[in-house]
């Protein structure tokens, strides 16, 4: 994987580790919920971490659009109460109304990042747990086969492509 | 409120441990000893409220962080199926 | 009330231990000592020792764990060849 | 404290005391393990949410808030990757899919 990533200069390199220094040190703050004693540590730290983060990952990370993260959120906090509220309904009624199976789905996103992101999203939703990846494909473990699943899981691919602020094609087979 | 809350999280975790006694696979032991992680985070933090100890924040991270640890053990090295 | 979920949290320990101990299959027995780790851990937060828990949850049950699922899975190596599904999946990552 | 702020987060914590629970009882009664990681991950992380939104509301500091919050996410995310990982291994060792016989 290390040997797919460009090479980059020295300019980039330091440009990059400033960068993730300023990040790791905001997250530092609020870990120590505001003792600003405790960062003559942690802005060494936070250094050395931005350092072997660009030394393991020297690509530059994926952009997000305010836009998207903004819907995106939204998006996922009905959708988990949704998701929750469903499964713990199916768990205490006494029939456990359940119709599993699997299905797979056809990536519309590309690169490696958003495929992640999306994967996860859809184990947090309802109905929808991703089980594994193959190739430009990925199973899902749906929880009720009777629901319109493949369209909410375009639904969620859409969100997550806006996250990164990608235009997806049209779904050619939504059923 | 904060005690009954203590009191309930216990009881979920009572029954993930029976889930870990009954198996039957080794995939039913892993996914139950994940509920701790989760379990185990809102408990701590629940814990740190109740005693007014804000320094179990970090032990509620790593129990979090320790619960995906033991996930990729598992999967990389100790899973096979059947068992 | 506290005192309800000390007593429920003494008995599960227990319960947990003598799980982990009198274990015929080793997998099991590892799963049941990762979660007695993050038991005891709650149960130094009760006797009011924070540090010495993030010690146990981090070392006990976290590295000790991974450590012991690693040696499990050795073991079964050992024992017999790999079944042909995680064979096929290491050639992959390989 | 103000009352109203009592008030709601003692109902986010019984919303995520029923969460929790309701987790848990799918964990016991759901017939595989897909099904059971489907109850863990959803209702689970759900449950976490309301609860450290309960604190957060209770909570007199910022940071306070932020670090509830990075803990939360923290946990959503190790749980879908722990999730996936687990699913994947029961996959592909061979593990069947529950499927309802009844019609």
């Known amino acids: 994987m290390a040997d797919d990533e460009p090479r980059i200069s020295y300019v980039e390199r330091l440009g990059r580790t400033s960068m993730r220094s300023v990040v790791l040190v905001a997250l530092w703050i609020v870990l120590a919920e505001g003792d600003l004693e405790s960062l003559k540590v942690g802005a060494l730290l936070a250094v050395a971490a931005a350092t072997a983060s660009v030394a393991l990952l020297p690509g530059p990370l994926p952009r997000l659009s305010a836009w998207g993260l903004a819907r995106f959120v939204a998006f996922f906090a009905i959708q988990s109460f949704a998701g929750g509220t469903d499964v713990a309904l199916r768990a205490l009624h006494p029939r456990r109304p359940l119709d599993p199976s699997c299905l797979w789905y056809d990536f519309r996103l590309s690169g490696h990042t958003p495929r992640v992101v999306f994967a996860n999203t859809l184990s947090l939703l309802p109905g929808t747990l991703s089980a594994r990846f193959d190739g430009d494909r990925l199973e899902v473990h749906v929880l009720d086969r009777g629901a319109s699943t493949t369209r909410s899981i375009a639904q969620v691919e859409d969100r997550v492509a806006a996250l990164f602020g990608i235009v997806l094609p049209m779904s050619g087979e939504v059923e | 409120m904060l005690e009954m809350m203590t009191l309930v999280l216990m009881g979920t975790i009572a029954l993930a441990v029976y889930r870990i006694e009954r198996g039957p696979t080794g995939a039913d032991r892993m996914l139950s000893s994940m509920l701790f992680g989760t379990s185990g985070t809102a408990l701590t933090l629940l814990l740190g409220e109740v005693s007014g100890l804000h320094r179990l924040h970090d032990m509620a991270l790593v129990f979090a962080l320790l619960a995906a640890v033991t996930a990729v053990a598992f999967v990389k090295r100790a899973w096979r199926a059947g068992d | ?94 | 404290m103000i009352p109203v702020v009592d008030i709601a987060s003692t109902a986010l914590f019984v919303a995520s005391g029923f969460y929790f629970l309701a987790g848990s009882v799918g964990l016991v009664r759901f017939p595989d393990v897909y099904t059971r990681l489907h109850a863990l991950t959803k209702a689970d992380n759900l449950g976490l949410g309301l609860l450290v939104t309960g604190l957060a509301l209770r909570s007199g500091s910022w940071y306070t808030v932020a670090k509830l919050y990075a803990i939360w996410l923290l946990v959503l995310f190790a749980s879908a990757t722990s999730c996936y990982l687990v699913a994947h291994a029961a996959r592909t060792g061979g593990i069947p899919v529950w499927r309802n016989e009844r019609p």
Do not use: C
Not at chain 3, 20 to 35: A, I
Not at chain 3, 59 to 77: F, K
């Open chain 3, 1 to 94: 009330m506290m005192l309800a979920f000390d007593v429920l949290l003494a008995a599960l320990l227990v319960w947990i231990a003598l799980g982990s101990l009198s274990e015929l299959k080793l997998f099991k027995s590892v799963v049941m000592f990762v979660v007695f780790g993050l038991f005891m851990a709650l149960a130094w937060v009760r006797l009011g020792a924070p540090d010495v828990a993030l010690a146990e949850a981090a070392i006990g049950a976290g590295v000790t764990g991974a450590l012991m699922l690693d040696a499990v899975g050795h073991m079964r190596e050992r024992q017999q060849p790999y079944p042909a599904a995680t064979a096929r999946q290491d050639a992959s990552d390989a």
